[in-house]
Each structure stands twice: as C-alpha cells, then as structure tokens.
C-alpha cells in the first residue's frame, strides 16, 4: 500500500495531458432550471464540445459550444470587411477565418447599423486594431494574457471619432487594451448575479419579450467559454427567451459572467463538423424566413492561425 501513492504519480507523469486536462463534462439534463426533455452531444474538438438542448417549457431549441481555453483556443472578434462598413453571415466569416486559423466555430455578435450597414454598435477590436471605436455599452474582451472579460472600454484619448477615423489605427484603450473585442448589451449576469439591465434595456419588447437569443459567457475562473444561442419565433419549435431567462440559463450552465449579444434574426452558431473535414455547419435554425442573416460581425473560437 506505501507504493500506491508513487504508483500513482507515475500513472500521472505518463498520461500526463489527461491527468492535468480533464474532458469537458456534458451537460445533463437535471442541471437546467427547468425541465429538458432531450440533451444530444457532439465533439467538435480536443476540448470543445456542442450540446444541443430541447426543453418543452418555452418550447426552447437551445445551442452551446463549451469550449477549454486552455487547450490551446482563443476568442477572435471577426469582421467581414477591412473597415468598420460590411455585413457578412456568420458562417461566411467563420468559413474565411478557416483559411488562415483552425475554426472550431462561431456566434454573431454585436448590434449593429443599417446605414452605414454592417458598423458595430460597440467596439471592435481585432489583434489590438480599434476597427470601431467603444460606447457606454458593455463588451467582451481578451485582454493581452488571454483572458476573457466582461467589461466597458473607453477611449485614452477622448476626443470623437468617426466611423473609419484614420486615428483609431493607433488609438488606445482603458481599463486595458484588449487583443480582441466584440460589443453587446445588457450584462446578463456578473458574478453569479443577474445584471440590473434585464429587464429595462432598450424597450420592454427587446427584454421582457421572448426573442431568439446569442450570448456568450465566462465559466471556469476564464478557462472555458459558452457560445449560446436560442431559436425564437417559430411555435412550436422554439419560442425564444426573455432576456432574464438567458441570464437564468447561463448562470445554469455554470457562467458567473455572461453578455448578451445581438439576437433576432442574427443569431447564428456556427461548428467546424468533424464528421465533414471540418466543414462549417449551422447549429441553429435562424427566424428570418430566408435563413441566415448578413451581420455586422461575429466571434469565433479558434487556435493555430498564422500571423496576421
């Protein structure tokens, strides 16, 4: 019995990765607040997995892409154009990005306007690159560890700038200047509290209606990350979700800190299918009667890209 302990440590030293990363868990049903009536499960790769959700109560058709940080992946504000102006589908961005990265997949992102069409509402940041400069609205953010945030971001410089300012190329950040950033509103939860803005942003249709649904949200101390959508506006299938009710279920999938990104007609989850050679498939059936919807832009996981 003295020996087991060294027995072990040796197992430990020789299976090393799996000793030290252990795998995702998949989500049972008994961990949402309310009843689910089918959970299917997927690996998209070492460390992500997609779970597919159906819960009876709304009825609800819900995505999440569970993905480790910590093996290897980062987050990637992504943009269809090189300046602030564009739309593109999310899953027309996550196949451009598989040019130059491994994709594991993809959420649409931030609001964002009509005229100019395809202009985040908030900041975009991409490899350091202010592309849209911050408002008053909450973003998600990398900062240049790599960790994930929930936070407001503000000019150093607070003179006013324009959409496509020359000036933003070197314009700097605070709190701190992320690598990546995608814009969103409202905080859904901060830690493990549900945010304030719930039930008041914008108008009492955007909160308290249900509506199809993205979010993203920060689990693990920032080692491992949900991309969440929720079908909305088709009875039957699946109705949508109140902004409180997200919050609710990000907070049930275990994410102190969540943001609520665009929705509607937006959301989108894209996966790299590993039954296809990493094709890009769409998880979720999006409201818009013509399918997927041109966005402003998106958030991808990915890992192993060249140098920009």
Not at 156 to 182: G, I, K, N, W, Y
Request: proline content about 8%; overall charge positive; charged content about 20%.
């Amino acid at each position: 019995m003295r020996n087991r302990p060294m027995l072990v440590g040796t197992a430990c030293l020789l299976l090393l990765t799996a000793c030290a990363r252990p795998p995702l868990a998949t989500l049972a049903p008994s961990a949402f607040p309310f009843p689910v009536d089918s959970v299917r499960v997927r690996r998209v790769a070492d460390g992500a997995l997609l779970h597919s959700v159906h819960s009876p109560r709304g009825p609800w058709a819900i995505q999440v892409l569970d993905v480790r940080l910590d093996r290897g992946y980062s987050a990637r504000a992504v943009k269809g154009a090189p300046g602030a102006v564009g739309r593109a589908k999310t899953s027309e961005l996550m196949r451009t990005l598989a040019q130059s990265c491994e994709v594991v997949g993809g959420v649409n992102a931030d609001f964002f306007l009509f005229t100019p069409p395809g202009v985040p509402t908030g900041a975009h940041v991409s490899a350091g690159r202010v592309i849209t400069p911050p408002s008053a609205k909450p973003v998600f953010a990398i900062d240049s560890a790599g960790r994930p945030h929930i936070t407001t971001l503000t000019l150093r410089d607070p003179r006013t700038m324009v959409v496509d300012d020359p000036a933003l190329a070197t314009a700097s950040l605070l709190p701190f200047h992320p690598l990546e950033a995608v814009g969103g509103r409202p905080v859904l939860a901060r830690d493990s509290v549900i945010g304030d803005g719930v039930d008041t942003e914008g108008q009492a249709s955007f909160a308290t209606a249900r509506h199809p649904r993205t979010a993203v949200g920060i689990a693990n101390g920032g080692r491992r990350l949900l991309l969440v959508v929720v079908d909305g506006r088709q009875a039957g299938y699946s109705d949508g979700m109140t902004l409180r009710e997200l919050a609710t279920l990000m907070l049930a999938l275990g994410a102190p800190d969540a943001l609520n990104l665009d929705g509607g007609g937006s959301t989108a989850l894209v996966y790299a299918d590993p039954d296809s050679a990493g094709m890009m498939r769409l998880a979720n059936h999006p409201s818009d009667p013509t399918g997927e919807r041109a966005v402003g832009n998106a958030l991808a996981i990915v890992r192993g890209c060249r140098a920009r």
